[in-house]
């Protein structure tokens, strides 16, 4: 795997540089917005395209997408709390009805401990350069949301393209196939200030052929919102940067604690995921997601920091999962 590509553009936010790693194009996408988000509809014509760019050899050299924050930073305002919410998780109706596998298929190992197949890659294209994240498939209306990073679907205001969800993915095989944004869904304050700790969002997806959803192929797990900071976390994702490759899923979990670096309204907790792991959930010890792999510190070793899940990220998530 190529390792990330690092600061195309240095951008400043309340005192924080952010090396940005992405130059986006989003065309062919319709902007709508929520009260406090920002949603792009992707047309049916790129949902169709979306499915079959994606090869496996595309998948293979696709980059990974991180964001590094090389500096300290001033404090943000406090972020805005409701009251706390926790939507549980279903499992699948029907667990064995996997797609077709594509790819490479070889055998491979175990994934790391307590992995679920809602866990997968997100795949997409911005400015001509194809990237890698980690989604979740969490529980929603629809039955087909996937929460994930901001950074991931957004950057400086302009969608990715072929944004597609692979769940379960593991070494080069997609054993639940491909599914491809009908929607995309972020923050505000991502979209249009570009606040790493509104690093949030959340896609709408359709299989490739059929009207099944994630939650009766894979299953969902819980959400939550407006919790207390400083809980025990485990955190997934495909690091692909090395010393990882980006075919199998791993894990780390700690004791998040407060951003005292950066100031940034972001939880850190101790983990040596690469690029590749944005986007990755973060479970509660109850199992339901509360967070994502977003950013680390390059002054720092082996903390990975996520974004906390407040009022704002509740209302990008119900907008999604009411589509």
């Avoid at 989003?26 to 902007?31: D, E, F, P, Q, V």
């Avoid at 760019?53 to 590094?68: C, F, I, K, N, V």
């Avoid at 509360?290 to 990220?313: E, H, L, R």
């Amino acid at each position: 795997m190529r390792t990330p590509l690092l600061a195309r553009s240095t951008r400043t936010l309340g005192g924080v540089a952010l090396a940005a790693v992405l130059t986006l194009g989003g065309a062919g996408l319709a902007s709508a917005d929520g009260p406090d988000t920002d949603r792009a509809a992707v047309p049916a014509s790129s949902q169709a395209s979306a499915h079959g760019y994606w090869t496996s050899e595309r998948m293979e050299e696709a980059q990974p997408a991180d964001e590094l924050v090389p500096g300290e930073g001033d404090a943000s305002p406090d972020v805005e709390v409701g009251s706390p919410l926790t939507v549980p998780g279903q499992n699948a109706a029907n667990p064995d009805a996997k797609g077709k596998p594509e790819g490479k298929g070889k055998p491979a190992p175990q994934p790391a401990a307590g992995a679920k197949d809602t866990v997968g890659k997100v795949f997409f294209t911005q400015g001509g350069v194809d990237y890698v994240c980690s989604g979740n498939a969490v529980a929603s209306g629809n039955g087909s949301t996937v929460a994930t990073a901001g950074h991931c679907v957004n950057d400086a205001g302009t969608w990715a393209t072929n944004w597609v969800f692979v769940p379960g993915y593991d070494h080069g095989s997609a054993p639940y196939g491909t599914w491809a944004a009908t929607d995309l869904v972020s923050t505000d304050q991502w979209v249009q200030q570009e606040d790493i700790s509104y690093d949030v969002a959340f896609a709408k997806v359709v299989p490739e052929s059929g009207s099944g959803t994630l939650e009766g192929t894979v299953g969902t797990t819980g959400i939550a919102f407006n919790q207390a900071r400083g809980q025990h976390y485990t955190s997934y994702g495909y690091p692909a940067a090395s010393p990882f490759d980006g075919q199998s899923l791993e894990s780390c979990s700690g004791t998040a604690s407060d951003d005292t670096l950066g100031g940034t309204l972001s939880q850190g907790i101790p983990c040596n995921m690469t690029g590749g792991s944005s986007g990755g959930p973060w479970f509660l010890d109850n199992g339901a997601q509360n967070s994502v792999n977003s950013f680390g510190y390059n002054t720092q070793k082996d903390v990975m920091y996520g974004p906390y899940y407040g009022a704002d990220a509740q209302d990008a998530y119900s907008e999604a999962a009411a589509l």
